[in-house]
């Protein structure tokens, strides 16, 4: 599963984003998800926000997930949503470089 954010990046981006996924029936919580963050210009949402999505069981524990990022700022919090995750318990990374995270995640084609 591919998600994609830019621009400014809000708490209401998220929780929309999470209550979409929740409510697709074709929904698997075992798929990995490919995070891409790398055109988030600005993330606009409190630590406490990040804390409660990354404490969520939305995807199944042990769920590869792979976030990538740009920026300095962007890095920081996604490794903030993935300690938090950890005691889900899930499996989120985090990465500077797509391939890296495709390579991870066994992706065989390269996502764009």
Do not use: C, K
């Amino acid at each position: 599963m591919l998600t994609r954010a830019w621009g400014v990046f809000t708490a209401q981006d998220l929780y929309d984003h999470y209550s979409t996924l929740s409510t697709d029936p074709a929904f698997d919580p075992s798929f990995p998800q490919l995070v891409d963050l790398r055109d988030v210009e600005r993330v606009d949402m409190e630590p406490s926000i990040i804390r409660r999505h990354a404490l969520e069981f939305l995807f199944a524990s042990g769920t590869q997930r792979a976030l990538v990022t740009a920026s300095d700022v962007a890095y920081h919090l996604a490794r903030m949503y993935g300690a938090f995750a950890a005691y889900v318990p899930q499996n989120v990374r985090v990465f500077r470089d797509m391939h890296d995270a495709e390579q991870w995640l066994g992706l065989e084609a390269p996502v764009t």
